[in-house]
């Protein structure tokens, strides 16, 4: 059975930073991204960012892109995404998902096969 499992989520100011953690199981994560996804407040399920187990290879939307940092321990079979700063635009529940791939990291939900229950994350001003 596969399982994800997100942790990490919590309530900070704008400027600070929080630590997510996604556990997987069940699954050899070979040949499969993992990405993250959230879901703001009255907005759609969104892409983040996401890793190619294979290769390491990462990708971050513009909106994060410096402010968070995707990574894997591949002895854990577990992915992280670094947030620092956060702004009030990233409260959202984070929710990582993993899809089966060959190249780089899709960032269509739909090419995702097995979700988290996700974290919520909430950044106050």
């Known amino acids: 059975q596969v399982q994800l499992v997100e942790s990490g989520g919590g309530s900070v100011q704008a400027g600070g930073s929080l630590r997510l953690a996604c556990a997987t199981s069940?699954?050899?994560?070979?040949?499969?991204?993992v990405a993250w996804f959230r879901h703001p407040p009255g907005k759609e399920r969104e892409y983040v960012s996401g890793?190619?187990?294979?290769?390491?290879?990462?990708d971050y939307v513009i909106d994060v892109k410096g402010r968070f940092t995707i990574s894997r321990d591949i002895a854990k079979n577990t992915i992280y995404l670094q947030m620092n700063p956060l702004e009030p635009e990233d409260t959202a529940v984070y929710y990582c998902?993993?899809?089966?791939?060959?190249?780089?990291?899709?960032?269509?939900?739909?090419?995702?096969?097995?979700w988290g229950q996700g974290t919520q994350v909430t950044v106050s001003s």
């Open positions: 890793i190619n187990w294979n290769d390491g290879s990462t």
């Open positions: 998902a993993v899809g089966r791939v060959i190249f780089g990291v899709p960032r269509a939900r739909s090419q995702y096969s097995y």
């Open positions: 069940g699954l050899t994560l070979s040949n499969y991204a």
